[in-house]
T-cell receptor, first 116, second 109 residues
Framework: GAVVSQHPSWVICKSGTSVKIECRSLDFQATTMFWYRQFPKQSLMLMATSNEGSKATYEQGVEKDKFLINHASLTLSTLTVTSAHPEDSSFYIC????????????FGPGTRLTVL | AQRVTQPEKLLSVFKGAPVELKCNYSYSGSPELFWYVQYSRQRLQLLLRHISRESIKGFTADLNKGETSFHLKKPFAQEEDSAMYYCALSGGATNKLIFGTGTLLAVQP
């Protein structure tokens, strides 16, 4: 149980285009979802926290107009990278937690974004 | 400031040797500490958390508030333990995790 999926697993896009990444909790209701960014050989950096039905809370230094997060249902959150540039190329990972599993986050497999 | 420090980027040991992956933290309140593991080509998964005080796959970790440490230990390393290990901290109402930079454990045969 507690499986989180991400789609797509990898995406290549042209500079200036927007890319949407989906994060789904498959067998539980995710009251909170988190979006992380991971650079090669580096740790996970939290970008934002989103609760279902409310606006995401972004970490300091993360542009909310650049990285649009929507958490419209208890099983789906989306991250849209708007007007992507090569420096946005990274590995994006989501995680989800539920009120019934105190503080535990379940991670998705990640999405590799490459912006040409 | 909230911070998690893992001083070793790489730890290489032989099979059967003891392992200790170091983790120190900085947090003003009472945090919850975790160890996450990422095996090759797999997603991040929870290994253990300090409030559970359980041993998973032979690994244990004790929270030392005096030294603000949460070192991960295993008495006899196995080759299948080779992976990336992240120490993480959670505190406050948001449940967000702050990760250390990770330690790559390589267990040689």
């Amino acid at each position: 149980g507690a499986v989180v999926s991400q789609h797509p697993s990898w995406v290549i896009c042209k500079s200036g285009t927007s890319v949407k990444i989906e994060c789904r909790s498959l067998d539980f209701q995710a009251t909170t979802m988190f979006w992380y960014r991971q650079f090669p050989k580096q740790s996970l950096m939290l970008m934002a926290t989103s609760n279902e039905g409310s606006k995401a809370t972004y970490e300091q230094g993360v542009e909310k107009d650049k990285f649009l997060i929507n958490h419209a249902s208890l099983t789906l959150s989306t991250l849209t990278v708007t007007s992507a540039h090569p420096e946005d190329s990274s590995f994006y990972i989501c995680s989800a937690s539920t009120s019934g599993r105190m503080n535990e986050q379940f991670f998705g497999p990640g999405t590799r974004l490459t912006v040409l | 400031a909230q911070r998690v420090t893992q001083p070793e980027k790489l730890l290489s040991v032989f099979k059967g040797a003891p392992v200790e992956l170091k983790c120190n933290y900085s947090y003003s309140g009472s945090p919850e500490l975790f160890w996450y593991v990422q095996y090759s080509r797999q997603r991040l998964q929870l290994l253990l958390r300090h409030i559970s005080r359980e041993s998973i796959k032979g690994f244990t970790a004790d929270l030392n508030k005096g030294e603000t440490s949460f070192h991960l230990k295993k008495p006899f390393a196995q080759e299948e333990d080779s992976a990336m290990y992240y120490c993480a901290l959670s505190g406050g109402a948001t449940n967000k995790l702050i990760f250390g930079t990770g330690t790559l454990l390589a267990v040689q045969p």
